[in-house]
């Protein structure tokens, strides 16, 4: 891979369920800031309170956006070296694998295999990454979303109403809402 900007994703092995209730979201929301440095992560001692006063250092990776679904993540970024995407991916899925198999007294894999990961070559392109990124969480409310159906106008409409409200995305960061502040 060449370094420049990408939309990686993944989902849960055998399209199993990974995130099944708010902390595993928050979790997996505060590894994406924990885990993008190249110091080491100790999961045990990573505050639950205010994750976000830890010093990371030079991150890995500059995150653009993000969602997750219950079953997949989407994530777009910047790898700035060569290499910092894989480190960054490895530390954020192995740092959630651990959880998950704690809290969940599970063992073996959680997430499918090695991500998948698609150059961005343009700002054009960037635009419908993040777009597709941010609309994703409509698919909980209409699962039987046919991919002609996205080019509908109301569907422009109907996406980005729910969307809006949905949690585990970075959509609200675009939209300017704080949500440290609850």
């Known amino acids: 891979m ?42 045990s001692k990573m505050p639950e309170d205010d994750i976000y006063s830890i010093d990371r250092g030079e ?30 991916l490895r530390k954020v899925c192995t740092g959630y694998s651990m959880y998950y198999n704690i809290k969940y007294k599970h063992s073996g894999t959680i997430i ?26 409509y698919g909980i409310k209409e699962p039987n979303l046919s991919s002609e159906m996205h080019s509908e106008p109301e569907y422009a409409v109907k996406a980005t109403e729910y969307s809006r409200i949905y949690e585990y995305s970075s959509f609200k960061d675009y939209l300017g809402v704080n949500r440290l502040q609850g």
């Open 112 to 137: 499918q295999g090695k991500y998948k990961a698609k150059h961005i070559t343009d700002e054009e392109y960037m635009n419908v990454v993040i777009s597709y990124i941010h609309l994703n969480p």
């Open 59 to 88: 991150p890995l990776v500059e995150v653009i956006a993000y969602c997750l679904m219950p079953n997949h993540f989407h994530i777009a970024l910047h790898e700035h070296k060569d290499g910092n995407m894989t480190t960054f």
């Open 2 to 43: 060449k370094i420049g900007y990408y939309h990686v994703y993944n989902r849960g092995a055998h399209k199993a369920v990974i995130f099944n209730d708010r902390s595993d979201y928050r979790r997996f929301i505060s590894l994406l800031f924990v885990c993008n440095s190249m110091k080491p992560v100790d999961i």
